[in-house]
C-alpha cells in the first residue's frame, strides 16, 4: 500500500484516451419515491435469490421513524458541527513519519505500517461534497467486521484497529485497478452501469449486455467491471487492457478476480439473511512482502457498495420506483440535482437535513448488517486527542 509494485509499470496512455494512472496507497457503504423512465413492460425477476423470496420471506427492515432513530438522530444533529475532517497525527505522534490526504481517510507511514484514519469526509463525483456524522467510524467498523468475515475467501492487510476511526496495515504494494463488481443496472455517475448503458454502450469492460434492460434490474448473472485512475477520475478497463498495459500480471488478475467474484457473492448472501441487497461494490487488493494478495482499504461499506431494502425491491421496480437504498445515492442525486458536481467550482452546501439522515443510513446499516447496536463515542476527549493517544499506544506494543 506504500509502493508501486516493480513489474507494475504501466505506460501513459491506454486504449480509450486514457492519458495517466496515480498509483493508490490503500486509498480509499430519504427513500426516494421519484418515477424512473417508464416502460410498457418491465421484465419479470428470475433470479434464484429473488424467487426464494417468494417461499421464504425476507426479513423486513424499515427506515421510517421509530424510537431508536429519533434517539439516534438527536445525537447526530448534536454532532453536526464536531466531525472528524481533518487529522494530523504526524503533529502529534512522533513515531509517524509522514501524512497522505485521501478522500475520505488520512494515510500516515508508521515505518513497517500503515496508519489509517477514516474521517467523516463524504466523497462523490471525485471530490469532497460535506462531513457526516460518526461517518468514519461506521465505516471504519463495518470495514472491520466485513473483514473479519471473509478471512475464509481471502487475507487482508489489517494488524489491529487501535481506535474506533484507526486502522493499522502492513504495508502493501497495491494493484492500480479497482474491482468493481455489479449484480445491478443501476447509478447515477459517469461510470456507473446505468449511466453507460442508457447510453446506448453494450460491451462495457468486457461484458456483453442484452438490449432492453431498464433501470433497476438485477442482472442474470453478477458482472465484473475494473476500472484504473486516469488523471483525476475512474477510467474503466477490461481485463484485456490491465495485462497488456502492465497493471497486473495475468496471474495476478485471474487470481484477484476471482477473489472480488467471491467476496461479492458471499456479501450478497449475508445482506440478503439481513433483508438487504448488496448491489454492487468495489475492491481493492495489494501485494505484500511475502508475495501474498490482501484484500485492503474497506469492504461493503455503505461508502464503496450501494445497499437497497429487499422486501420492497421488486414492487417498486414494478412500478418504477427507485428502491430504497441505504448508501449515499441519494445524496449524489441531490448534488446533481442542484448542480454539476462534475464541472462546478463551487457546490453547494448539502442542507443539515440531508446530512442528518446519511449519518443514520449508515448507522443503519452498520446495525443491521452486523446485528449489533452502533456505540456512539465519548464526546468528553477530544476526538483527535482519542485517536493520538491510541495510535500512540498501538505503535508501541509492535515495536
Known sequence: MAHPLPSLNPPK???RNLQSFNQPI??????SSSKI??????????????????????????????????EVMNTIKSSIYNCL??????????TLKSKIRGKV??????????????????????????SIPFKGQVLNETSLWWFNKTQHITPNAVVSVPDRNVTIARKCSVFPVEFVVR??????????????????????????????????????????TPTTKAADHDVPVTPDEIVQCGLMTQADYDEV????????????????????ILVDTKYEFGKGPDGQIYLIDEVHTPDSSRYWVAHSYEERFQNGLEPENIDKEFLRLWFKNHCNPYEDEVLPDAP????????????????????????????KEPVHDRISRNVSQALSSLQ
Open 26 to 31: 490503500f486509498s480509499f457503504p430519504q427513500t
Open 13 to 15: 496512455t491506454l486504449k
Open 352 to 379: 443539515e437535513e440531508l446530512v442528518s439522515e446519511l449519518a443514520w443510513r449508515y448507522i443503519f446499516l452498520f446495525e443491521t448488517i452486523t446485528n449489533s447496536r452502533f456505540e456512539m463515542p465519548d464526546t
Open 257 to 276: 478476480s476471482r477473489k472480488a467474484m467471491s467476496l461479492f457473492e458471499f456479501g450478497q448472501r449475508v445482506a440478503l439473511d439481513h433483508g438487504l
Open 183 to 224: 449484480g445491478y443496472v443501476t447509478g447515477s455517475t459517469d461510470t456507473s452501469l446505468w449511466t453507460v448503458y442508457n447510453k446506448g454502450v453494450r460491451n462495457y469492460c468486457g461484458n456483453n449486455l442484452p438490449d432492453g434492460l431498464v433501470k433497476n434490474q438485477k442482472l442474470q448473472e453478477n458482472i465484473l
Open 37 to 70: 423512465t417508464k416502460f410498457k413492460k418491465y421484465p419479470s425477476i428470475t433470479s434464484s435469490t429473488m424467487s426464494s423470496q417468494q417461499q421464504n420471506p425476507l426479513p423486513r427492515v424499515a427506515l421510517t421513524n421509530n424510537d431508536h432513530k429519533e
Open 105 to 130: 481517510r488520512d494515510i500516515y507511514d508508521g515505518g513497517d505500517y500503515l496508519v489509517l484514519v477514516t474521517t467523516d469526509r463524504q466523497s462523490a463525483f471525485d471530490r469532497i461534497l460535506a
Open 85 to 94: 475532517s481533518e487529522t494530523h497525527l504526524d503533529l502529534t505522534v512522533p
